[in-house]
């Protein structure tokens, strides 16, 4: 009965690894209730993962760049009779010098990438661990931790989650509830398609250090047994970043941010 099956919430369900979270989490028997702003996607996707695997798809759509929106979301995780996992994987880039982006994208970003998740866990976990179950996964990325120009509040806001998940998990531990933060590195998705990104080419970074988004969802999800509160998806994305934190750190920053892609 779909009924009785788990439960997810995924923000960012519209596209790339939210989508793909989306069908995994379906194919792994969950119901779903899908986040983002195009209501017409989130449809698509809700009839399809339905149709194909027997579970309920819901959809909320909202902007969570709007505080009434996010609230919105909030109060439906607070009244959902059971959620089993809660994916905080709403997310988008800028492009530019801090001082040259408009300040209302920077806070658009803080919404979606920090109030956001922390409302939503915030919501989420009183449940979780009265029932002693319940998963949190907060999408944020690898390149918090290179700290990079033009993406000043992009790889701060990530480093927000990082920290956060560090801290929780060990509020956490013994509740039965698993709280990871997920830092992808080059991802195929939508995310490069934005106005945004009209000077990045996605040739100019390595074919192999591109994973698709089904891989990023996968190994993400099978790592949640490792109870680790930090998950870099791919072998080459763990090698980069911890090659990141040692003195190669800044070379290897100067050779991903290519001239052309400098601004
Ligand atoms: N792709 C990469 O290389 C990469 C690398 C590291 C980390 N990440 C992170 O991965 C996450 C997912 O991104 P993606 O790569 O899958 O890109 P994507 O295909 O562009 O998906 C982004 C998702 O976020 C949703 N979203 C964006 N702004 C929103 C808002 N204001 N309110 C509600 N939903 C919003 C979008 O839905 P709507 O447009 O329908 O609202 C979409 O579903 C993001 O947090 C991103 O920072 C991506």
Request: positive net charge.
């Amino acid at each position: 009965m779909a009924g009785e099956l788990k439960t997810a919430l995924i923000t960012g369900a519209s596209s790339g690894i939210g989508a793909a979270f989306a069908s995994i989490l379906a194919q792994q028997e969950y119901n779903l209730l899908l986040v983002a702003r195009r209501q017409a996607k989130l449809e698509a996707l809700a009839g399809e993962l339905a149709g194909n695997h027997g579970v309920t798809a819901d959809i909320l759509v909202a902007d969570l760049a709007q505080p009434g929106d996010v609230e919105r979301v909030e109060q439906k995780i607070r009244l959902m009779p059971r959620l089993d996992m809660l994916v905080n994987n709403a997310g988008f880039g800028t492009m530019g010098h801090f001082a040259d982006v408009e300040l209302a994208k920077h806070l658009d970003m803080i919404h979606v990438h920090v109030i956001a998740a922390v409302r939503f866990t915030h919501a989420a976990l009183p449940g979780m661990i009265a029932r002693k179950h319940g998963d949190i996964i907060n999408v944020s990325s690898g390149s918090a931790y290179l700290a990079m120009p033009n993406a000043v509040t992009y790889c701060s806001s990530k480093m927000y989650l990082i920290t956060f998940a560090e801290a929780l998990a060990k509020e956490l531990e013994g509740t039965g509830v698993r709280v990871q933060t997920l830092c992808p590195g080059f991802t195929y998705t939508e995310f490069h398609d934005t106005p945004e990104f009209q000077d990045f080419k996605r040739t100019d970074i390595s074919k192999g250090l591109w994973m698709n988004a089904e891989d990023v969802a996968r190994e993400s999800l099978a790592a949640l047994d490792s109870n680790r509160a930090v998950f870099i998806p791919g072998r080459k994305n763990r090698l980069l970043i911890g090659l990141s934190r040692t003195r190669l750190g800044p070379i290897l920053l100067g050779a991903l941010a290519k001239k052309r892609w400098k601004k």
